[in-house]
């Protein structure tokens, strides 16, 4: 029985030209490098310049994806993007990339499930792929998160970065095994009791302002572990795959200790989990794709490994994704 998978043609990221360090912070607002790395592992973000845009961002991470791919943007008939900032309210940003890119047909529209943006995104972007409406695609994961953070607050702003990352999705006919290469699962979650415990205090239909960022970390921290294995195991059983057939575990990019939490409970080997939080901070919808790019430009991921990628964030929404590359 054959099957129609996604297969992974190429991926690009762009990250803003500005870091900002643990020790800058520490000198503007009451923190620390040491409290910083010791509580998440971050050490540094990366932060967007004031004319950079969220669309700007997602257009640098599309064109190096393409470029990655070897394909033409005219090549691309659908376009996903997973944002929580977009440049405005409405027309999608996904249509400002796109117009970017060139490309006048096909759909773009864009995706908001905060952290997990990019797992909604990728199983989206699948779905249509799967069914026949659409035969080639960018799923792009893009923020400035920088834009919505209350920088007064040190529980939260010493969190968040900007970035872009994005992969080239092509429609293929294969076996239908789990050999195959592509998306061989995704599996969806939310939770709407969640939704005060991680979030942005405005927008258009209620207080007609865009509003900071506001989490119960502890909160978050307390229910993400739960959440991501349960999600990755969904996987495992959809595929009939373990831990041990994984080659690399990919991971959203929100703390190290919830990072390292996961993999040990699903006894996934630490030289299997791909970090970046370190560099990157969390970027949200973009932090997956963002650790996909490094980890397959260093050489670390290769064309038949097994990834594992996950996402857990506001809403609650989380997810999971199983990919042959
Ligand atoms: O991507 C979406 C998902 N988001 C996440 O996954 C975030 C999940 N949560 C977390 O990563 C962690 O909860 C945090 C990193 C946000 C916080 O770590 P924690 O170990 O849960 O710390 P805490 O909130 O319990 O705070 C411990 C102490 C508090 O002081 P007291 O009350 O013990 O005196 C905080 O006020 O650390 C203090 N604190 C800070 N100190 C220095 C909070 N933020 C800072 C800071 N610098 N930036």
């Given at each position: 029985m054959t099957a129609i998978r996604s297969v992974v043609l190429g991926c690009g990221s762009y990250l803003p030209q500005k870091v900002l360090t643990n020790a800058e912070l520490a000198a503007r607002i009451d923190t620390s490098d040491d409290w910083i790395v010791q509580r998440t592992g971050i050490r540094q973000r990366h932060i967007a310049a004031d004319d950079e845009f969220t669309s700007h961002l997602g257009i640098n991470a599309a064109r190096a994806a393409l470029a990655d791919a070897g394909v033409d943007a005219q090549s691309i008939d659908l376009i996903v993007v997973a944002t929580s900032t977009p440049d405005n309210t409405f027309p999608a940003t996904a249509v400002a990339i796109q117009n970017g890119l060139g490309i006048n047909h096909g759909a773009a529209f864009d995706l908001q499930a905060v952290c997990s943006g990019f797992i909604f995104a990728l199983a989206t972007a699948d779905n249509f792929l799967r069914s026949g409406a659409y035969k080639r695609a960018l799923v792009i994961g893009a923020e400035t998160f920088s834009r919505i953070l209350d920088w007064e607050d040190r529980t939260t702003c010493v969190l968040f970065g900007d970035g872009a990352g994005a992969v080239v999705l092509d429609a293929q006919e294969q076996s239908g095994g789990t050999a195959d290469r592509g998306i061989l699962t995704t599996h969806l979650r939310s939770d709407g009791r969640h939704k005060s415990k991680l979030y942005v205090d405005g927008g258009p239909g209620s207080t007609r302002t865009v509003g900071h960022l506001r989490m119960e970390g502890k909160e978050v921290f307390k229910h993400a572990v739960g959440?991501?294995?349960?999600?990755?195991?969904?996987?495992?059983?959809?595929?009939?795959?373990?831990?041990?057939?994984?080659?690399?575990?990919?991971?959203?990019?929100?703390?190290?200790?919830?990072?390292?939490?996961?993999?040990?409970?699903?006894?996934?080997?630490?030289?299997?989990?791909?970090?970046?939080?370190?560099?990157?901070?969390?970027?949200?919808?973009?932090?997956?794709?963002?650790?996909?790019?490094?980890?397959?430009?260093?050489?670390?991921?290769?064309?038949?490994?097994?990834?594992?990628?996950?996402?857990?964030?506001?809403?609650?929404?989380?997810?999971?994704?199983?990919?042959?590359?």
């Open positions: 959440m991501i294995t349960d999600v990755i195991i969904d996987a495992f059983k959809a595929t009939g795959t373990s831990a041990d057939d994984l080659d690399w575990f990919i991971p959203h990019q929100a703390n190290k200790r919830i990072i390292d939490a996961s993999a040990h409970k699903l006894h996934i080997a630490p030289q299997k989990v791909v970090l970046t939080v370190d560099m990157h901070g969390n970027t949200s919808a973009a932090s997956i794709p963002l650790a996909l790019c490094v980890a397959v430009r260093d050489g670390r991921v290769k064309k038949g490994d097994l990834v594992m990628l996950e996402a857990m964030g506001g809403g609650f929404t989380w997810g999971s994704a199983l990919v042959r590359w």
